[in-house]
């Protein structure tokens, strides 16, 4: 009854070398977010699909890039991974409805860049 | 900047101990979240306290919330070595933006 699921969960790349990373729901949620969480730090959103509209936060890298095909499936890509991008990506959703509403989280990717 | 500052940064206590952790903030708030995670994990919601509400409590999770002095509370009672994780405040100002607090993890020693 898996509801937001990440692959892979751990993901080795290369300096420079492109890699996606995947998230998908069961939820049939509106938003779909990407956030960055480095090794005891806060999780840091980078950016937000509501439904087919992307918003991207002012300091996310033009490095990230992400798609959504539809509502099930969201992904995230780095054109270019440096070293600083070693971290772990965590996949959220929610309805995005307005009111009060918490976020459903994947367990995230493990990203190391050699 | 808007984010939740927490404290304490880590803290280690007995199992049963009844363990608090602090969060607080800077900007206006529509409501106010704690999420947990174990590690290498995703955060699961624990608990949602409305801006409007005060206190609110979820089975050994007791959260208050004061909007005048812009800071929050987490009480876990009774904790168990199953609760060793870290956990996270986080605020919701409106729009889609939730921000989170950099975390207190929790040690509970068996």
């Known amino acids: 009854d898996a509801m937001v699921i990440q692959n892979p969960r751990y993901q080795v790349t290369q300096f420079g070398k492109p890699v996606t990373l995947s998230c998908s729901q069961t939820?049939?949620?509106?938003?779909m977010y990407w956030y960055q969480q480095k090794s005891s730090q806060a999780p840091k959103l980078l950016f937000h699909?509501?439904?087919?509209?992307f918003n991207n936060e002012a300091d996310t890298p033009d490095n990230f890039q992400s798609r959504r095909p539809n509502t099930s499936f969201c992904f995230l890509d780095i054109r270019s991974p440096g070293l600083g991008d070693a971290a772990m990506y965590l996949c959220?959703?929610?309805w995005g409805t307005g009111g009060p509403d918490t976020q459903y989280f994947g367990p995230g990717t493990r990203l190391t860049v050699l | 900047s808007q984010q939740g500052e927490e404290d304490p940064q880590a803290l280690s206590i007995q199992e049963g101990e009844n363990a608090t952790m602090n969060c607080s903030y800077k900007?206006?708030?529509?409501?106010l979240q704690w999420y947990r995670q174990n590690s290498g994990r995703g955060l699961v919601h624990l608990i949602l306290?409305?801006?409007?509400?005060r206190e609110k409590h979820s089975g050994r999770l007791r959260v208050t919330l004061d909007t005048s002095k812009k800071s929050s509370s987490l009480l876990i009672t009774a904790s168990r070595a199953a609760d060793t994780a870290s956990y996270f405040c986080?605020?919701?100002?409106?729009?889609?933006?939730?921000?989170f607090g950099a975390g207190t993890r929790l040690f509970v020693k068996a």
């Open positions: 306290i409305r801006s409007n509400e």
């Open positions: 986080a605020i919701d100002t409106g729009g889609f933006k939730t921000i």
């Open positions: 699909y509501y439904d087919k509209d």
């Open positions: 900007t206006s708030i529509n409501n």
């Open positions: 939820l049939n949620h509106n938003v």
């Open positions: 959220a959703t929610n």
